[in-house]
């Protein structure tokens, strides 16, 4: 039960950005004023800007979206209960350059070992939101990296389904048949509600490949979604993907910048790769961390940096 819950709660780092590459792709379709209309009103709910925070200490000066300046986001993914005030389950950096139209994705184990900065320990990374919100999450990560981080998009994960349905579902190319949670999952291409999608990606243990396996199914779904998102206009139930939206997202994005992104760096989010940060499992004081090596944070830091056209 206990790796089934361990399971459960890994699962769904793709869920982040596949909704991100929404938010920047949904502003192209929004040609029809009633869209647009729909959109800036989704769009003003999920912006919550964080306070004292305007831009990142790691950064002189605001992002120049006319001079097509890389940047980075910070994507949780988080499962909210009632009394609860959360973990970041999921916690991934992007590093978007439109020079080399690309988008770098690294997803954060959530039980890596680090400093928790604001909160004077040393702890799981993911603890980081339930001490202090999405800016300690902010500035634990990028500390961790050691790049800035300029913005964020904080995802509910149980209402994440809602917006894959929304789309009106994915298809993906699946390259192993199994079955999981009662679902399966034939080789081939195969069409996915978002049921079906948690549960294409969530299978890892029967995979041999085990998690280049399950970041393989994550990714074809993160390019399905990308897929239905070039193609926003020609949908007719935006009030339905922008309530879904609206209600699952919070970001310090602005309509004003999300259009500006769109515009300069909507090339890049054709081209995703992602980046793979090795760590060692260890007890200690009876807990298990994730510890990531100084060469190995070094290299993550100077790939995102030569990416971020940081000096």
């Given at each position: 039960m206990?790796?089934?819950?361990k399971?459960?709660?890994?699962?769904?780092?793709l869920?982040i950005?596949g909704?991100t590459?929404?938010i920047?792709?949904?502003?192209g379709?929004?040609?029809?004023?009633?869209?647009?209309h729909?959109l800036t009103k989704a769009?003003?709910?999920?912006h919550?800007?964080?306070e004292?925070r305007?831009i990142?200490?790691?950064r002189?000066?605001?992002?120049s979206?006319?001079?097509q300046?890389?940047?980075?986001?910070l994507?949780l993914?988080?499962?909210e209960r009632?009394?609860?005030s959360?973990r970041s389950d999921?916690i991934i950096?992007?590093?978007v350059?439109?020079?080399?139209n690309s988008?770098?994705?690294?997803?954060?184990p959530?039980?890596?070992r680090?400093d928790i900065?604001?909160?004077n320990?040393v702890?799981?990374?993911?603890?980081?939101?339930?001490?202090g919100?999405?800016?300690?999450?902010m500035?634990?990560v990028e500390?961790f990296?050691?790049?800035p981080?300029?913005?964020?998009?904080k995802?509910?994960?149980?209402?994440?389904?809602?917006i894959?349905?929304?789309?009106?579902?994915?298809?993906v190319?699946?390259?192993?048949d199994?079955?999981?949670?009662?679902?399966?999952f034939?080789?081939?291409?195969?069409?996915l509600?978002g049921?079906k999608?948690?549960?294409?990606?969530?299978?890892r243990?029967?995979?041999?490949?085990g998690d280049?396996?399950?970041?393989?199914?994550?990714?074809?779904i993160?390019?399905?979604?990308?897929?239905?998102?070039a193609s926003?206009?020609?949908?007719?139930?935006y009030s339905?993907?922008f309530?879904?939206?609206?209600?699952?997202?919070?970001?310090?994005?602005?309509?004003?910048?999300?259009n500006?992104?769109?515009k300069n760096?909507?090339a890049?989010?054709?081209?995703?790769?992602?980046?793979?940060i090795?760590s060692?499992?260890?007890?200690?004081?009876?807990?298990?961390?994730?510890?990531?090596s100084?060469?190995?944070?070094?290299?993550?830091?100077?790939e995102?940096k030569?990416?971020?056209?940081?000096?």
């Amino acid at each position: 039960m206990k790796r089934q819950d361990k399971t459960k709660k890994k699962k769904k780092w793709l869920k982040i950005i596949g909704i991100t590459l929404l938010i920047f792709l949904v502003a192209g379709g929004a040609y029809a004023y009633s869209i647009y209309h729909s959109l800036t009103k989704a769009v003003e709910t999920m912006h919550t800007p964080i306070e004292n925070r305007p831009i990142s200490d790691k950064r002189q000066n605001e992002i120049s979206y006319a001079n097509q300046e890389p940047f980075s986001v910070l994507l949780l993914g988080v499962d909210e209960r009632k009394g609860d005030s959360g973990r970041s389950d999921t916690i991934i950096a992007l590093t978007v350059n439109p020079e080399t139209n690309s988008v770098k994705m690294l997803s954060i184990p959530r039980d890596t070992r680090t400093d928790i900065i604001g909160k004077n320990k040393v702890d799981k990374i993911n603890h980081a939101y339930a001490f202090g919100g999405v800016k300690m999450s902010m500035d634990t990560v990028e500390n961790f990296l050691d790049i800035p981080l300029d913005y964020y998009v904080k995802i509910n994960m149980e209402g994440f389904k809602d917006i894959v349905d929304a789309v009106g579902g994915v298809e993906v190319n699946n390259d192993l048949d199994f079955s999981y949670g009662g679902d399966h999952f034939p080789i081939g291409k195969i069409k996915l509600n978002g049921a079906k999608a948690l549960n294409f990606s969530r299978m890892r243990y029967e995979d041999p490949r085990g998690d280049f396996g399950r970041q393989y199914r994550q990714r074809e779904i993160i390019q399905g979604i990308i897929n239905k998102g070039a193609s926003f206009a020609t949908l007719t139930n935006y009030s339905t993907i922008f309530d879904a939206l609206s209600k699952n997202i919070e970001t310090n994005l602005t309509f004003s910048q999300m259009n500006d992104i769109q515009k300069n760096y909507r090339a890049a989010a054709k081209n995703v790769e992602q980046i793979e940060i090795k760590s060692t499992g260890k007890k200690i004081d009876g807990i298990y961390y994730g510890i990531v090596s100084n060469e190995e944070k070094q290299r993550i830091h100077d790939e995102l940096k030569v990416h971020l056209e940081l000096k």
